[in-house]
């Protein structure tokens, strides 16, 4: 068997289907390649089938044994070769440094995310239409839930459960319901193949099934079905809550305990963040690997900077819409504004789009339509931030509007609600810069003529919502 | 002699003209009234002539006896009566509590503030064109400083300073300069007439002539003049420094030096305050009476009142303007939303203006006419804002949105950059609301038909910058 690297290898075996295998029976891999062990915990998928997905990082020959309290599964084998990866396959995305993220190959991750709570959760129909929206969108970061949502303009029952039962007759929460996870394993391959990170949220309060209020032996055994089930592809992410302030039955020693564990079962190391409500989660963390927040105050991204020295994720900082909910009805123009202004700070902002409709389709949930004035200037918005080098910083001269830079190579000041005659720099004599004026709303791009050295100003028209990108040209 | 409460009475002495009488003759007088005896520092103003500036805030015979190192002036006794106040003289403005300004009498002090930094220090026909613009304009505080600017777009020599001397041939900062005070004097009055606060800045560090690099013993003496020449003024407010960090030569410790010494001296207790470059001063020291605050992270204002327990005053949050300078090109729309924003989180804007023009008269430093679009709309701001109860608080609900309100009888809801279709309250069932949209840039106030009560959704055109009033009617 050949597999491309950081292709999901998954490999079968046959078990028994005595008792309740879900928790009877034990299934671990170890996965050697080149001289290295890696430990890969397998799961039950029903009728029988046990599999272990491994997400090959290393070209060669990879031998993998079963360990199981299985005498049919233990000692297993199986082997399969690991060659180059395909073309636009760059691996896992991680952290590359506090400000940046990149994939395994080193490729940056210009991350430009959006959130379809439990798009997953719908109607087939419906999922193909943000499929079909995603394939035409900006987007490279999806936020999803592995639990269905029960909330305003969330009232359908979902076609599957994660456990086997139904919200009638109660839950078995030691049965997994492979129905349900094959489900998100399409959605989550459906995402990969369009480029784009699925970052699956593992827990959240909002919920009619019991969800939210599981016991820790019960947790412990889902994530761990989690992470054997999902860490096989190389589009995921792991946030371990939304909003996890909010879940009342859970406090920080359980967030303490989540965060380790899964970090320990997981091969792969995928990227492990938590999104709070109204209180922050201590970044500093060993386990988080990113900061995941909701906010809108950008003016504290250099004091979180500062502080957790970790990449910014803005995952919520309200959604473009009309509802009631104060989080859900900004403007586009103040949508688009808030990924300029967060990128200019050095962090990652998000999208989510929450207009009423009819069939209480909102995309922030349900996925199916985009029909804000936002996505058509996010697209513009990571076009240029894919053109900024890779090792931009954020500048902090003091000054009040923020500014990233790649130093002596290219930078983008942002200038937001200001309407100035121009944007005053001070660079080096000796080198020389083009200078362009974005529009952000616009999607405009304007070659300012001439070129600039030294102390200069870049004369801009007086409206407001412009950047201006600084370029290095050869003397 | 007969004084109205709260207007200044001014006795007046001769003395030694003998030496230098700015530092050789000492000169306090006791105040008493009512079994009261205020201590008031006295101070020499030229020509043999010493005076003694009271505000009396008590009506009765007022008994004033000078202490004095100078024979002629030690001993030396008046008397004035105060009567009731003039009407719509309410006093020198005082913190009320952890949110709120009130005048000495308990009216509300709904403050509205801007910024002509060096109005005082220019030539007359400008000053008289700044009166005029004030006159017609909502704001009733002025931050203005002792001593000149040196600064881009301010180049021009005043014509007195606060010493004797001139730039070219250097100052005596042993002698004050009676002129130079006397247009500062005539400046506050001005203001006053027009029931305007004077925010008198006694420190900066834009300066070409040495006054923001003194020593201790000029400071101290420096200081000990402003107190004798303005607290008798009733709308004076200390403002130690423009920007304090800013001022090199300067220490904590001499901060901590400044604000006691101040207080100590001023026999009114006049509001003291001290304004911030990059680093907050820490306003929980006792000395500080408010906030005054740089910063246009409005999001922080729930932090700082956490923290500090005092009226927060955001006296520089950019200025409406278009000059390269970061801090002096927001939009007139930026520039309203930033006064509703602060007012809906419980705290106060400034105001300024720096539009570009051939005479460098930017109204931030020089006064002079105002041609943005602001101030028309702070008009309407300050009417809505006045018409709130005294007594309104910030309500952190813990939604994105801010609200302030006077529980069971008053509720302003600013919904910013928002274009939702309603904004959802949950008030009293038994307690019945009229609800206004209030649309703070076209500054109109739309009663929405009907009476509210209990959880409820008022509707709302979609469109950013608008405010929900609610204003309890009887049942």
Same mark, same amino acid.
């Given at each position: ?43 039950? !998928? ?13 070209? &060669?020959?990879? +031998? ?9 599964? !233990? ?29 395994? !190959? ?14 997953? #959760? +719908? ?5 193909? =239409? ?9 987007? %490279? ?100 809550? %939304? ?6 039955? =859970? ?18 190391? #995928?990227?492990?963040?938590?999104? %709070? ?7 500093? =963390? ?13 003016? +504290?991204?250099?004091?979180? #900077? ?15 819409? %009309? ?92 200038? &937001?609600?200001?309407?100035?005659? &121009? ?53």
């Amino acid at each position: 068997m050949q597999i491309r690297k950081w292709d999901m290898a998954q490999l079968s075996f046959e078990g028994t289907q005595a008792g309740n295998p879900f928790v009877d029976v034990t299934v671990d891999a170890l996965a050697r390649c080149g001289g290295r062990t890696v430990e890969v915990p397998g799961f039950y !998928d029903g009728n029988g089938v046990y599999r272990v997905r491994i997400l090959p990082d290393f070209c &060669g020959r990879w +031998q993998v044994t079963l360990k199981s309290n299985d005498p049919l599964l !233990d000692g297993q084998t199986a082997e399969f070769d690991c060659i180059a990866a395909a073309d636009g396959v760059h691996g896992p995305v991680q952290v590359a440094d506090e400000y940046h993220f990149a994939y395994a !190959d080193g490729t940056p991750y210009y991350e430009c995310g959006t959130t379809c709570y439990v798009w997953n #959760h +719908q109607e087939p129909a419906l999922r193909e =239409k943000t499929l079909a929206t995603l394939k035409d969108a900006p987007f %490279n970061k999806m936020r999803m839930c592995v639990f269905p949502k029960h909330y305003r303009y969330n009232a359908n029952e979902p076609a599957f459960f994660p456990f086997e039962g139904n919200l009638k007759d109660g839950f078995d929460f030691t049965r997994f319901n492979p129905a349900c996870w094959a489900q998100l394993d399409r959605c989550v391959t459906q995402l990969m193949d369009l480029g784009i990170e699925a970052d699956i949220i593992l827990f959240h309060p909002y919920d009619r099934w019991g969800f939210a209020h599981m016991d820790r032996e019960t947790e412990d055994l889902y994530l761990r079905y989690c992470v054997a089930r999902l860490s096989g592809y190389r589009n995921v992410w792991w946030s371990f809550a %939304n909003e996890f302030d909010f879940m009342r039955d =859970k406090n920080m020693t359980d967030w303490d305990h989540y965060g380790p564990y899964v970090q320990r079962l997981d091969p792969v190391g #995928h990227l492990r963040g938590i999104h %709070n409500g109204r209180i922050y989660y201590d970044h500093t =963390k060993p386990w988080v690997t990113h900061c995941s927040i909701q906010s809108h105050d950008f003016l +504290q991204i250099p004091v979180w #900077h500062e502080r957790y020295h970790k990449p910014i994720c803005i995952d919520e900082c309200c959604y473009e819409g %009309n509802i009631p909910n104060t989080w859900g009805n900004i403007t586009a123009r103040e949508m688009v504004h808030r990924f300029w202004e967060s990128l200019a700070y050095g962090a990652y902002c998000g999208h989510g789009e929450t207009y009423l409709n009819d069939r209480d389709e909102l995309w922030w949930s349900k996925g199916g339509e985009l029909v804000g004035q936002s996505p058509e200037r996010l697209k513009f918005f990571l076009k240029i931030f894919s053109e900024m080098p890779g090792d931009y910083v954020p500048l902090r001269p003091g000054v009040v509007r923020p500014c990233i830079g790649s130093p002596s190579r290219q930078y983008l000041y942002y200038a &937001g609600p200001s309407q100035s005659v &121009g944007a005053e720099f001070s660079l080096p004599e000796q080198e020389q810069y083009q200078a362009d004026i974005i529009d952000t709303w616009e999607m405009t791009v304007t070659p300012v003529p001439g070129v600039f050295s030294g102390n200069f100003l870049v004369p801009m028209p007086q409206k407001p919502y412009l950047a201006v990108r600084l370029r290095r040209v050869e003397a």
